[in-house]
């Protein structure tokens, strides 16, 4: 297939999706999401901005060493100590691109660059050499080209591309653009620059006017050959564009996209659920393609229809994205063999011995409480198993009692330890939560406010486990903290409790629009 029948899907789910405020992943979360890309085959996974912090470079240089057929990402500034930051990062990736970029919109060129065209255009070009000097695949981006002028855009892409960039992205990084805007400007550029058939040219777009797949789709028509996205369309602010939306709508039109993907459409669900979980952002049920009710019908009129000849009322098959394959795959006779095949099938891998003993027997409670063990149980178990060990990890929950009766305010028994020394808490409250919060906020003083409290179940059944998002903020720092169990309190008492154990790290993060 040549590049013009063929539409590359860039994945920033564990960078630009990371932007999210609560939405933070530890290495061994992004590594667990970065492998089910490669399951996707997505093309090109952006690991994330190996400039950023310490943290970011080591979650980078552990997904290139696991991911082998996808090609691994590092985004960087258009700075010399920034792309080399990157090209470390990148070393055992055996398949690598540096993505620079540099502002070209006149407003962030005057107020955040202070720079004027010229010396963007220089800065640019010496950063695209200076990456292809460690690999022959560079992007090169200008940062808010949806506001960004015609001519000057078409000068310093012309450059970037003599100086050795290979793919060329054109990001609505304020989600200003409208799709018959954006696709005329990328028809123009295409259109008169002179080395234009030597790059793909890739879009970025953000969601914050609800139109972020619809631009990427403008620009598709028109001759964009990357498309930028991440799983749920997560994102900073509106977010971004949805993968599993762009990927369905070319596959779905191909009467008007005669282009394919290469995704692997039947891990789409598993991945949007798998995302969700990690970062606490719960999917709509209305979200189209992983929404609970992407293809339920009310209706009967709909419901008589679909039963009669399935594409009256459907346009895709819900089997053909992953849904209905969540089969259970392991029971409470199931023994350690089968349980450690069934978790590296989902592309987890045991770091020792111990760490599968401890997965085993949360698994073995696990399957004590529930009669069907499906594969989202199992991704919510890593996670448990994990108990990822926070830098300044305060709480942790040792037991809990909730006394709730009808006309008697609910009471709540928590003993916990606190910087590893034991401490009871009590609390009494509108309901058994309210009272279980109050009880830990009375000993953790957190000062943080509830501002998202959300339950779902993880899979079907009155004995599946329940999965609770609980945000916090304070002083404008966001955190969200995820909790699973089969008694909805207990999984609600660990969701708060990772909140706020997450507001005990420090943020020592650069984010790559703030800072020059």
Request: a negative charge; one cysteine or more.
């Amino acid at each position: 297939m040549s590049s013009a029948d063929n539409l590359v899907i860039f994945d920033t789910t564990l960078r630009d999706g990371e932007q999210s405020p609560g939405a933070s992943m530890t290495k061994e979360e992004k590594v667990r999401i970065a492998v089910m890309l490669e399951k996707m085959k997505v093309d090109v996974i952006e690991a994330g901005f190996a400039a950023a912090s310490q943290g970011d470079f080591d979650s980078i240089a552990a997904v290139a060493s696991v991911v082998k057929d996808s090609t691994i990402c590092s985004l960087a500034r258009a700075l010399e100590k920034d792309i080399g930051r990157a090209a470390e990062s990148l070393a055992t990736a055996q398949r690598k691109r540096i993505h620079t970029f540099i502002a070209t919109s006149p407003i962030h060129m005057k107020y955040k660059l202070r720079m004027e065209p010229d010396a963007v255009i220089d800065q640019a070009v010496a950063s695209v050499k200076l990456a292809r000097s460690f690999t022959d695949d560079v992007e090169f981006s200008c940062e808010d080209a949806g506001r960004s002028e015609i001519d000057f855009l078409c000068r310093i892409i012309e450059a970037a591309i003599d100086a050795g960039a290979t793919t060329i992205n054109i990001p609505d990084t304020v989600g200003y653009q409208i799709p018959v805007k954006f696709g005329y400007m990328i028809e123009q550029l295409l259109n008169r620059i002179p080395n234009a058939d030597k790059a793909i040219f890739s879009v970025h777009c953000h969601n914050d006017l609800g139109l972020a797949v619809a631009n990427s789709l403008a620009a598709v028509d028109k001759g964009a050959r990357q498309v930028e996205c991440t799983i749920n369309g997560l994102g900073e602010r509106a977010g971004n564009a949805s993968l599993e939306e762009l990927v369905m709508a070319v596959r779905t039109r191909q009467d008007v996209f005669d282009i394919s993907t290469g995704i692997d459409c039947s891990h789409i669900v598993p991945t949007s659920r798998l995302v969700s979980s990690i970062t606490g952002f719960p999917v709509q049920p209305n979200k189209a393609i992983v929404g609970a009710n992407a293809f339920a019908h009310e209706s009967g009129i709909h419901q008589d229809g679909v039963l009669k000849h399935r594409e009256t009322y459907e346009i895709m098959k819900a089997e053909d994205v992953g849904w209905n394959a969540n089969k259970m795959v392991l029971g409470k006779h199931s023994g350690r063999a089968a349980f450690k095949s069934r978790i590296e099938e989902l592309g987890h891998q045991f770091s020792s011995d111990q760490e599968l003993n401890d997965a085993f027997a949360l698994f073995k409670e696990l399957a004590d409480k529930k009669h069907e063990i499906f594969d989202e149980d199992l991704q919510t178990l890593i996670s448990d198993s994990q108990n990822v060990q926070l830098e300044n990890e305060k709480f942790r929950l040792l037991h809990m009692k909730v006394n709730c009766e009808m006309g008697v305010v609910p009471e709540a028994f928590i003993r916990l330890e606190i910087d590893g020394q034991p401490v009871t808490a009590t609390g009494s409250g509108d309901g058994p939560v309210d009272a279980a919060f109050k009880a830990l906020e009375s000993v953790a003083d957190s000062g943080a406010s509830l501002q998202l409290y959300s339950v779902n179940a993880i899979t079907q059944g009155t004995d599946s486990q329940g999965e609770v998002t609980v945000r916090l903020e304070k002083e404008g720092r966001i955190v969200n903290g995820l909790g699973a169990d089969t008694d909805i309190i207990v999984a609600s008492v660990k969701a708060y409790l990772k909140a706020l154990n997450l507001m005990q790290t420090p943020v020592a993060k650069k984010h790559p629009q703030l800072t020059v």
